[in-house]
């Protein structure tokens, strides 16, 4: 079993920057790769960022690549999404996520989930 929770979210204005971070706890949380996705209202829940167990592999959708930086650090099994640039429409719930070894793009891929963090960007 692997527990994540969520903080960092919040109330920003259109351009500025937010760092979410999602702590990860259990047995095997460091061999797990994490990835974030979001949810706005009324939509479906869409895959962000992800990165391997290692860090050596991070991928992104195209909505945030450039303005987004997946990271890790596995002494504090903790996982990081620096967003800069920050958009309306990038206005969500965010959610951490965790599966075994090698980094997936799709939300059904993952096995273990956070609570989720709001961020709201104002215009």
């Known amino acids: 079993q692997v527990q994540l929770v969520e903080s960092g979210g919040g109330l920003v204005q259109t351009g500025g920057s937010l760092r979410l971070s999602c702590a990860a706890s259990g047995r095997s949380a460091s061999n797990c790769a994490l990835g974030w996705f979001r949810q706005a209202p009324g939509k479906e829940r869409e895959f962000v960022a992800a990165?391997?167990?290692?860090?050596?592999?991070?991928t992104y959708t195209d909505s945030v690549k450039g303005r987004s930086t997946i990271s890790r650090d596995n002494a504090k099994n903790t996982v990081y999404l620096q967003m800069n640039s920050l958009k309306p429409e990038d206005t969500a719930v965010y959610y951490c996520?965790?599966?075994?070894?090698?980094?997936?793009?799709?939300?059904?891929?993952?096995?273990?989930w956070g609570q989720g963090t709001q961020v709201t960007v104002s215009s």
């Open positions: 990165i391997s167990w290692s860090g050596d592999t991070t």
């Open positions: 996520a965790a599966r075994w070894q090698w980094v997936r793009t799709t939300k059904s891929d993952y096995d273990y």
